[in-house]
C-alpha cells in the first residue's frame, strides 16, 4: 500500500486530494495548520496531523509522525487578488513564504528519504496563471512561477536518483474558498484609480466559459502520482486545459472572459 502525504487539506484541493486518494486505497497522510476531524472520514488509512510549512519544527514533527512516504503533494497555498501597487511588501513576503519557500523547504526536508530510497515523487501544486497570466494577481503569479522554474530544474538534479517532480497547474476554481481564506489580506489592494478596471475583471469570473473543480484538481494529482513517464505538467479543469494546448507564448486576447487562478 503506498503512501501519501499532502499538505493544504483543510479545504479546497487538498481536501479533495486526501480523499481522492483514500478512496482509491492509499494510505494518507492529512495536513493542516489546525487539523479538524470533521473533513475527513474515519478510517484506519487517513491520517490528520498538524503542520505549518512556513515553521521548520512543524515540517520535521509532521515528516517523523507519518514515517515513509510514497508521494508528496505540496497543496497548501495562499491567494492574493490586487493591485501589486498597493500591496505592502509584508504581504508579498507573506505569499512567497507560504506559496514559494514553505513548497520548497516540504520538498528539501523529503528528499533524503527519496533518495536513499531511490523512489519518490513529490508533486506540486502552481496555478495556470503561470500559464497565461492575468492582471490584478501579480504576487501570486510570481510564487507560483517561482515554483514552476525550481520543480523544471529539480526534476533533472534527481534523475539520476530515480526521483521525481512533477507540477499540477489548475485553473479557476469558484466553489473554493480561495478568495474568502484571503478576503482580509486583500482589504484596501484596489485603489480608486484601479477600481473600473478591476469591476470589470471581477465581471468576468462571475461569468466564467470555463472552471475547475476540486475533483479535477485531485484527478491530475492523481494522474500526476501514477504516470510513470517524465511529463513534468498537468493542467486540471476545463479553463486550464484549454490554456495549455495553446502554442506557448500566445497573447490571451480574451482574457477577460476566461480568467482563472
Known sequence: MKTVLITGCSSGYGLETARHFHAQ????????????????????????????????????????????????????????????EATPMATVREIFETNTFGTMAMTQAVLPQFRERRSGLVVNVTSSATIAPFPLVAAYTASKTAIEGFTASLA???????????????????TTQFTANGAERMQGLIPEAYVPYAQAIFAAMGQPQAVTSELDVAEAVWLAANDPTPRLRYAAGADAVALAARQPGAVDTDRASSIVL
Request: without cysteine; hydrophobic residues 45%.
Open 25 to 84: 486505497g492509499w494510505n494518507v497522510y492529512a495536513t493542516m495548520r489546525t487539523p479538524r476531524t470533521d473533513r475527513l472520514p474515519p478510517s484506519p488509512r487517513l491520517h490528520l496531523l498538524p503542520l505549518d510549512v512556513t515553521r521548520p519544527d512543524s515540517i520535521a514533527q509532521a515528516l517523523a509522525a507519518a514515517g515513509p512516504i510514497d508521494v508528496l503533494v505540496n497543496n497548501a497555498g495562499l491567494g492574493l487578488f490586487g493591485a501589486f
Open 156 to 174: 533533472f538534479e534527481l534523475q539520476a536518483f530515480d526521483v521525481r517532480v512533477k507540477l499540477v497547474e489548475p485553473g479557476y476554481a469558484p
